[in-house]
């Protein structure tokens, strides 16, 4: 055949190095695509002139095993097609399949897992963006990358045919090799986020979902070790995870991360083998390239752990600390496991059960290896968590020492541990109120943890009660970028700007909040109180009345109905509010005493407040319902006494 004119194609010339497949039916179309492909500079081998009895000649299957990329035309006809099948079949194996969807037909059953190129919209023109999209892909099964189309006369540049490069390598190398290929520009990465990455969450394909924390657990774990490196920029934990396979586009959801690279994984666990399948994402064209697997024996998951992220960081970035390891981790198998399991609670516990069971999954971990510097701060965490939400008033004191010595164990065992730094930092500021204690770790979590969006946003949220306002915007503006998809993270941007009296930004950020997660609660009561600090009470009104966190909404509806002159909602509001015995809510009372001019009662409830470990106080150099009591002597003392200037 001629490398330029399909319609008199030879089936007897030697194969291209891009093999066509399509319904014959849809011939037509097939060879508008072709044409485009063609004058990219590859050239094509296409079955146009052979009948269908002869498809799988000698010829077409020498074509088939040659290819450098096999695209596959999928529509309503080929998805029914046998012949098309097994080309698609040959193309996944040899992992040089591109698909294409003609008329928006989704790939059958086998081939789900590739991110087809919709072409159902496209003109099937050079500067078409899904045109784009498929010269790019195909590119990068060449060693290319194409800015458009070229003209049909320009002659094709010599292509590297990455497969034999590969041909023989251990597994980490071939994935370090992918990964040259994408940081080259051969996947179509931006320039500008070249080496910003997002760690999908691991499929659990073991047909039992007890082996959930693992998958789980190894996608947190590589995220981790790679967000040590400053030279990556690592997409956090929530925006990650937020792909939902199979009812979103991949390609939009790298944009909305601004993730050059995706990396997804499948876990599945047999007869005590542990084999994880790593798939290459492109961020820009969706294409998978290459897919690697690695196996170990289950007792031998952390090598599994280590091979992953060094493959990973090898081409990324400039060197991984402690070969490949997490800071602050472990070598011992059975640790590491109650410590995944310990993970998996505490970011999943639906009650006091599960936040408990999360700390004696950790003091497993510490029991199998008691250096293990992150089990410790896991533990510390948990501590707070069942001490905040659960415990009674003699557990709480005992919980929060406990969890600042398990803090600070984590931080001897490991002062690199940025995790570590942050509990114990955490701890001391909402668990005992200890504000000037808090500061040292906190700015050690921030030097250490600048990959790190939890770590980032604790640390603005310190900053913004103790007036670092400067620090506390670079903190989360920063978390903000590598978490974007966080609705937690953008709350706490509305708390920087509302504790710098920015209301109007802090109910946008609020407000981005709620689009991402309308389910959160504690979020239109933000709202409502920039509202309230704006005099604009009956706009307020409105969104608390629309909260469902119980102690935020009738605090601001009691404010909110006495500026509006409705004494009796506002009472009412309040004595609701005084009746719940079962919560701490003597913050919320004391914001509604100070709207109400009760100045004296409003500073008694937050002493009792601060010795009841009322989380709220952390809000008390800031929170303008409180500005009636500021120059109060017994105000300023509480001020003083809890560590603010």
């Excluded at 896991?378 to 004191?397: D, F, N």
């Amino acid at each position: 055949m001629t490398a330029n004119d399909p319609e008199n194609a030879d089936p007897g010339a030697s194969p291209g190095s891009v093999f066509f497949s399509y319904a014959r039916t849809d011939q037509a179309k097939a060879r508008q695509i072709i044409k485009l492909i063609e004058s990219a500079g590859f050239s094509v081998w296409w079955d146009g002139l052979i009948e269908g009895g002869d498809r799988f000649t000698r010829t077409t299957t020498e074509a088939l095993e040659r290819a450098r990329a096999v695209v596959v035309l999928w529509s309503q006809n080929s998805v029914e097609s046998h012949w098309v099948h097994d080309e698609a079949a040959r193309g996944r194996d040899r992992r040089v399949l591109i698909p294409l969807s003609l008329d928006g037909s989704l790939p059958p059953l086998g081939f789900g897992q590739f991110q087809a190129i919709d072409l159902s919209h496209s003109k099937l023109t050079a500067k078409d963006t899904e045109v784009q999209r498929m010269l790019q892909a195909i590119s990068a099964m060449h060693g290319e990358r194409p800015k458009a189309a070229m003209p049909r006369s320009m002659p094709r540049q010599k292509m590297l045919n990455r497969r034999n490069v590969m041909v023989g390598a251990g597994v980490t190398a071939a994935l370090a090799a992918g990964f040259a290929a994408y940081r080259s520009g051969m996947l179509g990465g931006d320039s500008a986020n070249a080496n910003r990455v997002a760690i999908l969450q691991f499929d659990n394909i073991s047909g039992d979902p007890a082996f959930g924390y693992l998958a789980d657990g190894l996608s947190t774990e590589i995220r981790s070790t790679l967000s040590q490196n400053g030279a990556l920029q690592v997409v956090g934990q929530a925006s990650s995870e937020a792909f939902e396979r199979g009812k979103e586009d991949i390609v939009a959801f790298a944009r909305k991360l601004r993730a050059a690279l995706l990396i997804d994984g499948a876990v599945r666990v047999t007869k005590g083998v542990i084999r994880v399948t790593i798939d290459l994402i492109d961020g820009k064209t969706g294409v998978n390239r290459p897919s690697r697997t690695f196996e170990r024996p289950l007792d031998d998951v952390l090598a599994v752990q280590r091979e992953i992220a060094g493959a990973i960081a090898a081409e990324l970035a400039t060197e991984l600390r402690g070969r490949g390891t997490t800071v602050g981790g472990t070598s011992n198998v059975v640790a590491f496991d109650h410590y995944l399991r310990g993970k998996d609670l505490y970011s999943h516990a639906r009650n006091e059960a599960e936040e408990r069971e999360a700390v004696t999954q950790f003091e497993a971990a510490i029991a199998a290896d008691p250096r293990f510097a992150a089990a410790y701060a896991g533990r510390a965490r948990s501590l707070a968590a069942v001490a905040g939400q659960y415990g009674s008033a003699t557990e709480i004191k005992l919980y929060y020492d406990t969890a600042i010595a398990s803090a600070r164990r984590a931080v001897e065992l490991e002062p690199r541990l940025a995790d570590a730094h942050s509990a114990l930092a955490l701890i001391l500021f909402q668990g005992t109120f200890d504000i000037k204690a808090a500061r040292a770790p906190f700015d050690r979590s921030y030097k250490l943890g600048e990959g790190d969006a939890p770590v980032l946003a604790r640390f603005a949220v310190y900053c913004a009660a103790t007036d670092r306002d400067g620090d506390a915007m670079t903190a989360i503006s920063r978390s903000v970028l590598l978490d974007p998809l966080n609705a937690l993270i953008h709350r706490i941007l509305g708390t920087v700007h509302f504790a710098a009296q920015r209301y109007p930004e802090a109910i946008a950020a609020v407000r981005e909040t709620i689009r991402i997660n309308p389910e959160l609660a504690d979020t239109r009561s933000r709202i409502g109180m920039s509202l309230l600090a704006q005099g604009k009470n009956r706009e307020a009104l409105t969104e608390f009345e629309a909260d469902t966190h119980k102690w935020s909404r009738l605090a601001g509806v009691a404010i909110a109905q006495h500026r509006l002159g409705n004494m009796a909602a506002s009472a009412a509001a309040m004595e609701e509010l005084v009746s719940d015995t079962e919560t701490v809510s003597l913050y919320q009372q004391a914001q509604v005493l100070a709207q109400w001019g009760k100045s004296a009662e409003a500073v008694q409830a937050l002493i009792k407040a601060r010795d009841l470990r009322d989380g709220g106080m952390t809000a008390l150099r800031y929170d303008p319902m409180l500005n009636p009591l500021r120059k109060l002597p017994d105000f300023i003392r509480l001020l003083r006494a809890m560590g603010f200037g």
